[in-house]
């Protein structure tokens, strides 16, 4: 069973600090990752996608992907109680057509304190 | 207006009775899916389709009946609902499968939230 692993939390971090969100899945084959964030009694919605082995950048959101490790990590520099929330990582193998199966991991909830 | 929508938001029933969630998307997106969402196990894939008229079991489909006779429609039926399957029920489309443009990735509904009493 194709799985995708993270740290339940709560991770406590202070306003302003770095924030370091981890995944690892299990199937090799996987050639897409996601991290969406979900705020309590919402929907998730996209942050970041990555696709190759390096990091990947967005405003003040890194996201570092290492696929020799099966490893995926979310920072958030500059962190703001606004991004307490929690974060989803999601993993896709690559086009197989219907065999096409987001996975995600059961999240992990950041807490932002002033 | 455009996007993913879910009906109803929110549901109460009955051990037994049959429910319908809808789900509507106008990006005419091929992917469609739906997930549940508990505590402690986060979200879990119930069916998914590929296209109009195709359709595949998820992780968690026992209980569960889907159809998708519409490109833009994709229906979750609990046919006899159980106390188990009380939990909140996203909806998600994606243009396509696989590929690294950004085409697979999910777009989720709102959710509908259902109370098995």
């Known amino acids: 069973q194709k799985e995708v692993e993270q740290n339940s939390g709560p991770l406590s971090v202070p306003e302003g600090a770095i924030a370091s969100l981890n995944c690892t899945y299990s199937?090799?084959?996987?050639?897409?990752f996601f991290w969406y964030r979900q705020y309590s009694g919402k929907s998730p919605e996209l942050i970041m996608s990555i696709y190759s082995n390096g990091d990947k950048e967005d405003g003040r959101f890194t996201a570092q992907l290492n696929k020799a490790s099966q490893y995926v990590s979310l920072l958030i520099r500059d962190s703001q109680p606004s991004d307490s929330a929690t974060y989803l990582c999601?993993?896709?193998?690559w086009g197989r057509g219907g065999s096409y199966i987001p996975t995600f991991g059961r999240g992990t909830s950041l807490i932002v304190h002033p | 207006d455009a996007g993913i929508t879910q009906s109803p938001r929110y549901k109460i029933t009955e051990t037994g009775r049959q429910v319908t969630l809808m789900c509507h998307q106008t990006w005419s997106h091929s992917y469609m899916f739906w997930y549940r969402q508990d505590l402690g196990h986060g979200l879990r894939l119930i069916y998914y389709?590929?296209?109009?008229?195709?359709?595949d079991k998820g992780e968690v489909p026992d209980g569960y009946v889907v159809s998708r006779s519409k490109t833009e429609n994709f229906p979750l039926t609990l046919e006899s609902a159980t106390r188990s399957q009380t939990s909140v029920y996203f909806c998600?489309?994606?243009?396509?499968?696989?590929?690294?443009?950004?085409?697979?990735?999910?777009?989720f509904g709102a959710g509908s939230r259902l109370t098995v009493l």
């Open positions: 998600a489309s994606s243009m396509a499968s696989g590929g690294a443009t950004g085409a697979n990735v999910l777009t």
């Open positions: 199937d090799r084959v996987s050639q897409s």
């Open positions: 389709s590929a296209a109009a008229d195709i359709t």
């Open positions: 999601a993993v896709a193998p």
